[in-house]
């Protein structure tokens, strides 16, 4: 199997600045895409930020600028840098890979139980 873990999340004042990261491990054989979707109460799941296993990235428009996303392919973790949130951006945030498992021929999707941001105005 496969777990996904996030951690770096908490509580931050608006304007400051907050990392979080998330592992991966397991029988993983290599992962595609990596990413960062959020949740807010009374909201949907949305996409925050995404990486590719060459480290090219896409955005929502609200996080360009502010947020980075990276990853470091040795250690199967991605990251989500955050600076200058805003109270908009509280939400639960949640880690997804794309996971090609030893022994299978096609990824699979996993998510981590999510990490909650509080961004204080």
């Known amino acids: 199997q496969v777990q996904l873990v996030e951690s770096g999340g908490g509580l931050v004042q608006a304007g400051g600045s907050l990392r979080l990261s998330c592992a991966a491990s397991?029988?993983?054989?290599?992962?595609?895409?990596m990413g960062w979707y959020r949740q807010a109460p009374g909201k949907q799941r949305e996409l925050v930020a995404s990486?590719?296993?060459?480290?090219?990235?896409n955005y929502k428009e609200s996080a360009k600028g502010r947020f980075t996303i990276s990853r470091d392919n040795a250690k199967n973790t991605v990251y989500l840098q955050m600076n200058s949130p805003k109270p908009e951006d509280t939400a639960v945030y949640y880690c997804n890979a794309n996971v090609l498992r030893v022994g299978l021929g096609y990824g699979m999707d996993y998510w981590g139980k999510g990490t909650l941001v509080t961004v204080s105005s």
């Open positions: 990486i590719t296993p060459g480290g090219g990235p």
């Open positions: 397991g029988s993983i054989f290599s992962i595609n895409a």
